[in-house]
């Protein structure tokens, strides 16, 4: 059964700061990964998303690897904002079947102090 | 371009009760997704739609929740009776054609059961 982790949970960072986001999954068999942010009260908005055949994808400030047979992916986002705060969560999705579909980190919640 | 709809956006029950909630995804989005968010955690998908067809349900509690997709467009999601661990965010997602493709997230239904 996939399982993923996200480290740390919680971070605070002035602003300007450079920061990476750690997600960790079990199981190396998957399709894709996406990085998601979350603003309290409000749905998911997807930031980026990288095959399995890729190793990483940027958008702006942000830039995210994936290391399929270490089974980690990092979010490293660039001078950093007090608008990037928000909780950033990962998905895995498995290789294409059914029976198991997306599975979600728990988040990490991110803090920019101005 | 209309963003996912859900209503409604909160919902106070006491448990045993039911209660039901609508989403309306992006239009001409074949893929429907219903999560389930606990504080703290990450989405927990209940169940995946292929247009009006189930592609997987494996977690959604089948002896107390039902979802429909009636062609192929809406879908509603009921719980009943309700239970105080229901208590959660319930997201709903669409995306384009499916696991290959980025999802795209309603606000969400916070429901309190008491």
């Known amino acids: 059964k996939q399982e993923v982790t996200q480290i740390p949970a919680a971070l605070s960072v002035p602003e300007g700061e450079n920061l990476v986001l750690n997600c960790s999954f079990t199981d190396s068999a998957i399709y894709n990964l996406q990085w998601f942010r979350q603003d309290p009260g409000k749905g998911l908005t997807s930031l980026l998303l990288i095959q399995s055949s890729q190793r990483e994808q940027t958008s702006g400030r942000l830039n995210a690897s994936l290391d399929k047979s270490s089974g980690r992916s990092t979010l490293y986002i660039a001078a950093s904002q007090p608008g990037d705060s928000a909780t950033y969560l990962c998905a895995v999705s498995p290789v294409l079947n059914y029976g198991q579909n997306f599975v979600f980190g728990p988040g990490t919640r991110l803090s920019v102090l101005p | 371009e209309a963003g996912v709809a859900q209503s409604p956006r909160y919902k106070i029950i006491e448990k045993r009760q039911s209660v039901a909630f609508w989403c309306n995804p992006i239009s001409g989005h074949a893929t429907l997704y219903w999560y389930q968010q606990i504080l703290g955690q990450g989405p927990k998908l209940l169940i995946q739609?292929?247009?009006?067809?189930?592609?997987?349900d494996s977690q959604l509690p089948k002896d107390r929740f039902s979802a429909e997709r009636l062609k192929g467009v809406d879908s509603t999601l009921k719980i009943q009776p309700a239970k105080l661990e229901d208590s959660a965010v319930y997201l709903c997602?669409?995306?384009?054609?499916?696991?290959?493709?980025?999802?795209?997230f309603g606000p969400g239904t916070r429901l309190t059961v008491l």
């Open positions: 997602a669409s995306s384009l054609v499916g696991q290959a493709d980025t999802q795209y």
């Open positions: 739609f292929q247009n009006n067809g189930v592609v997987d």
